[in-house]
């Protein structure tokens, strides 16, 4: 605001007049007005850092310190029978008075939520089961999976779809690029399949933080408001949602938690995609997307064939299957060699298909 800056000067000015006319230190005009000056940048600053704390917390200090200030009168005043000429009594008035309403101002500020209207009408509501909130992010929305995992109804409570992010969804969804748009039309899809499944309570929620800009911190003042937790894939935003204390499930960690665990010497079927880096080797690719990189398998491609696990790779970017296809009328018994250790560079060669096939059949060809 504007007229802050002159507010503040026209009140250094009268801090200073009234020292200046009034001199309550024996010690010169200029010195009164320096102390003058010194106390009124005290105050300003102080002013200052009362605009940042939220005004609930300043009423809850102002209401601590009146309750903490009675309750110091009432005692000293119930001390009525003791000698108040006597240092030790006076010391022990001065404490209460001090004390008591120094403890209602921290108290009151530090517990100032209170006052909030939500708050207050949560006090008079019937004690009952709290609702959880699932507060669901943008890319969590566009990624689709959120879908299946409420379809099978492990899912429980309110999923919270924030306005913001509908706006940002909607913004990807007109946008230029037609992967985007794609992308966002994907996911206003999803939010309507969710919306239209029996047995999960969707809601919209209108509370928006105007003075917030990004989503991501958005979404979790949100959380914090709900005392909810955020539903997200994003790697980042489940970094900074748990520095700031808020809980969030990662669909992520959930489809790592669910893949199936497989042991060196297995049999298992699998469908080779393409060839592999190494000589004579295929690869192909589990229902949830794990390679498995198979020796003597490279003219096998576009068939499904039986393999022994020969070892398990666990890296940062997921799992990694080797395997060896032993042909009708080999020697099964013999031990397969160990799988070679590849580097990112080899992984990133292999690649990813862009969707996941099926391990038990090819996937028919569109023309």
């Not at 960690?253 to 469908?271: R, T």
């Not at 997921?318 to 031990?335: D, Q, S, V």
């Amino acid at each position: 605001m504007t007229w802050f800056p002159l507010a503040r000067v026209l009140f250094v000015a009268a801090v200073a007049y009234a020292a200046a006319i009034l001199q309550p230190v024996p010690v010169g005009v200029l010195a009164n007005v320096g102390l003058a000056l010194t106390l009124s940048a005290l105050v300003v600053f102080f002013e200052a850092r009362l605009r940042e704390t939220a005004i609930t917390r300043i009423l809850g200090a102002l209401i601590g310190c009146a309750i903490g200030l009675a309750i110091a009168h009432t005692i000293v005043t119930d001390l009525f029978w003791a000698d108040n000429g006597d240092r030790r009594v006076e010391f022990l008035h001065s404490f209460a008075l001090i004390v008591l309403p120094y403890l209602g101002l921290v108290l009151g500020g530090k517990h100032g939520e209170w006052l909030e209207p939500a708050r207050l009408v949560s006090l008079f509501r019937a004690t009952g089961p709290l609702r959880r909130y699932k507060i669901l992010d943008t890319s969590v929305i566009i990624d689709g999976r959120i879908a299946d995992v409420c379809e099978t109804g492990f899912v429980d409570g309110t999923l919270v779809i924030p306005q913001f992010v509908l706006k940002e969804l909607q913004l990807v969804a007109d946008s230029a690029d037609s992967l985007k748009r794609n992308r966002g039309r994907r996911g206003l899809d999803i939010l309507q399949k969710i919306q239209k499944m029996s047995g999960v309570e969707v809601a919209i929620s209108d509370v928006d933080f105007p003075d917030i800009r990004e989503v991501d911190l958005k979404l979790i003042e949100l959380a914090r408001t709900l005392q909810g937790k955020i539903v997200t894939n994003d790697f980042n935003l489940n970094k900074v949602a748990q520095l700031r204390g808020v809980e969030v499930l990662n669909v992520n960690d959930l489809a790592n938690s669910l893949k199936p665990v497989v042991l060196p010497g297995e049999i298992m079927k699998v469908f080779i995609l393409k060839e592999g880096k190494e000589y004579n080797q295929g690869v192909a690719y589990l229902d949830d997307g794990t390679m498995v990189v198979v020796d003597n398998a490279r003219r096998l491609i576009s068939k499904t064939i039986e393999i022994v696990v020969t070892s398990v790779l666990q890296t940062t970017a997921g799992k990694m299957i080797f395997g060896r296809y032993i042909e009708a009328g080999a020697p099964a018994a013999a031990a397969p060699p160990a799988a070679p250790m590849l580097t990112d560079r080899d992984r990133e060669e292999n690649g990813r298909p862009q969707r996941v096939r099926s391990a038990a059949a090819p996937q028919p060809q569109q023309t």
